[in-house]
């Protein structure tokens, strides 16, 4: 008789835990009307439900489903603290580069020295070069004026020019390159300095 009384004992255990786990959903419906229930309320369903145990004190709330506009919303600012926290990486990148490549600021101007001095000599010499070109076809176009030479080798001088006339505008070109570098060069070095400034100060 003992031994048989331990599945009733075992049924009231379950029934007891089940009790004592039920829930209580609470909502206000589209007419206004407190709704209450033992289980979730399908009436509800798009609205915020408020959870209570069985002792009715308040236990959590079921927030209500986000309409088209409220996700929109909160789509755009997900997106935008995504784009700032890029942006916040790459500035940490550039500062942790900046310390790691200049002591001081004495350091950035050596490297602008640097670079603007490469620039400096590429353009010299195509300076040089269009200098020399400039020569050679005031030359060549002297001896074509005063030239007694038959039609066909007029005709290789005249092709010579051109060709020397096409060299000299890409030396030319190739001196504004430079000039747009250097501008743009010191520019960039301008800015670096600036902002390791800003880095050197920035509060630990």
Not at 21 to 40: E, H, M, W, Y
Not at 83 to 98: F, G, N, S
Not at 116 to 130: I, M, P, S, T, W
Request: proline share 2%; hydrophobic share 35%; aromatic share 4%.
């Amino acid at each position: 008789m003992k031994h048989n009384s331990y599945p009733l004992l075992l049924l009231l255990c379950v029934l007891s835990i089940d009790e004592a786990s039920a829930d209580i959903f609470r909502c206000v419906n589209a007419q206004g009307k407190l709704v209450t229930s033992d289980r979730p309320i399908p009436e509800c369903a798009n609205r915020a439900v408020k959870v209570y145990n069985n002792n009715g004190n308040f236990k959590s709330e079921i927030a209500a489903p986000l309409s088209s506009e409220e996700k929109k919303r909160l789509e755009l600012e997900a997106e935008k603290r995504k784009a700032q926290q890029l942006v916040d990486e790459e500035r940490m990148r550039e500062e942790r580069y900046l310390l790691a490549h200049y002591q001081e600021e004495a350091d950035i101007q050596t490297a602008r020295k640097r670079a603007v001095d490469a620039l400096l000599e590429k353009k010299r010499l195509a300076n040089e070069q269009l200098q020399g070109l400039g020569q050679i076809l005031a030359s060549l176009q002297l001896e074509l004026k005063n030239s007694k030479k038959s039609s066909k080798e007029s005709e290789s001088m005249r092709l010579r020019a051109d060709d020397l006339s096409t060299s000299i505008n890409s030396s030319r070109n190739a001196m504004m390159f430079y000039d747009q570098e250097i501008a743009r060069t010191n520019q960039e070095y301008d800015q670096t300095l600036q902002r390791y400034r800003l880095v050197v100060r920035k509060p630990k």
